[in-house]
């Protein structure tokens, strides 16, 4: 389990590219942009970036134009803390709930004086 939180918390060498180009930029660059940087395919790239953004590297936006919506990437912060993972309690339990036979066998006391 530990090492599954730990694998979560590192980052990937496609990761570290993006970061690092994103880093150098002035202004935030879009998903085509990026992917032309990295020479990545589309869905490679679009992972590595909504990754980053979930763990707080990255910033993003849409923007509205005429020609359509773009969403941008803009780079945050190099270092960012690490959350304490909570984790969190079965919806179910394993045990079985026992109750009296007579409930089950005439739920409604029916033909009963």
Known sequence: MADSIKWKSMMT?????VLAY???RETPATLKQVQLQMKTDKRSC???L????????LKTEVIVSVFGKERVYEFVTEKVEEKPVVKERPKFHKSRVTTEPKFFNNPFNLGQT
């Open 50 to 57: 909504r990754n980053l953004t979930r763990k707080g590297y």
């Open 22 to 24: 994103l880093k150098k």
């Open 46 to 48: 679009d992972r590595n």
């Open 13 to 17: 060498d496609g990761q570290a590219k």
